[in-house]
């Protein structure tokens, strides 16, 4: 038997959509809404909020990256300061003529071993460790370093390395994509008309508008229908302010309830099950 196969669709409810007056951030009637440039409405207190909360975070990687950036200035300050050292060493070495570690070390190895055969040679150097004692010192150095060798003592254990990070954007921006900087003092307040049913009404014709494409005057901050954007050519068709209707910015119409699109009709493809 095949059951729910292909595509099924369902036409979607109002209830479905976000409603216009509805804040992006906590789902809820907007409380002294407020938009951004880019026609995303919210509450004011919510966008305060998410602001506090975006600049909490800046400060905590300002202070990460401040730290990241002295510990590598530090670490190139000591490389070169070894690089330094070790030059004017070899320049101290060469101007008196001095023997490198590596040739005093050859020459104890010929002093001692020059003149002995090949058995010989290994015999006494075998005899030689086995005279040498090791300090207390020197034993501690070899655990530490057999422990630093060590795979499974956890405090020594290889990790990733620390990713170097970037100077972090010191500006807020707008919770929803796409993102822009947006700051407090840039949002524009909107002044909603109301019928009897809390229904928001366009302030030109009164027609009410629910998921309908809408648009706020930024000047005066009125909201008004597609319809009646054509009259806000040089002033306000509500309150008389002068306005062009070129920098009316839309409301953004994508829902955040059940339905994350503005079609009326939603589609599933369910897989075929046989039995």
Partial sequence: MVKDWGTVRQRLGAESFK??????LCLSPAQSPV?????HIFCRECLLRNFL????????????????????????????ERKAAQAKEDFIRIAEKLPSAAQWQAFEEDRRYGLMGPEERTLARARDNLKEKKTLTEESLRREEMIKQSFWV??????AAEPVLSQPDPH???????????????VISVLMKRDVDSSVQCWHCGKALTHHAAGVLPHCGHLICQSCQGFATEACPS?????????????????TMFAAHNEVQAAIKK???IC
């Fill in 19 to 24: 409603a216009l007056d509805q804040c992006f």
């Fill in 35 to 39: 938009i951004c440039s880019k026609g």
């Fill in 53 to 80: 909360d975006q600049k909490e975070r800046i400060r905590l990687m300002q202070a990460k990256w401040q730290r990241q950036t002295e510990a590598q200035a530090e670490k190139v300050r000591v490389e070169e």
């Fill in 154 to 159: 956890p405090e020594v254990a290889p990790c």
């Fill in 172 to 186: 807020t921006v707008c919770p929803l994509a796409p993102k822009h900087h947006c700051k407090l003092s840039k």
């Fill in 239 to 255: 309150c008389g302010m002068p306005c062009q209707s070129a920098v009316i910015i839309p409301l953004v119409q994508k829902g």
């Fill in 271 to 273: 897989p075929v099950f």
